[in-house]
């Protein structure tokens, strides 16, 4: 949609996008994690730095979803993927953790709970 504008230089039309396009995203924009979501990924990450469990990743800004890539060595498949994808936000969880061989492990609504999955559990030990 075009529209001539009051005041536009040398006649040029000014462009009206429908609110409900950029609320979707259709602008081309990649998705990205936000700052807090960031934060929370990144202090799993230094917690399993210092286990000497992950050792690099990677941060894919795509158009229909963002993924944190976590590898063991660089030059392996990643061990983990933790996924933003905005289209499921409203059925199944805007969030997932993908093990290896593709399966996922969690998905949710809430970054924090499906973190919760690298939590290491209480086991009871046999004396």
């Known amino acids: 949609m075009t529209d ?17 396009q950029v609320r979707r995203g259709e602008q081309g924009l990649p ?10 990924i990144l202090r799993l990450y230094s917690r399993m730095v210092a286990a000497n469990e992950w050792r690099d990743y990677a941060i894919d800004h795509l158009s229909d979803r963002a ?9 392996e498949t990643p061990l983990f993927q933790i996924v933003k994808d905005p289209r499921l936000a409203r059925k199944q969880g805007a969030f997932s953790v993908i093990a290896a061989g593709g399966l996922i492990l969690k998905r949710g609504h809430e970054l924090a709970r499906v973190l919760g999955v690298f939590d290491k559990r209480l086991q009871l030990v046999e004396a």
């Not at 998705?31 to 929370?40: K, N, P, S």
């Open 4 to 20: 001539r504008a009051a005041g536009a230089e040398d006649g040029e039309p000014s462009q009206v996008i429908p609110l409900h």
């Open 31 to 40: 998705v990205a994690f936000e700052r807090r979501e960031l934060d929370l």
């Open 67 to 75: 993924v944190f890539s976590v590898f063991r060595r660089t030059s």
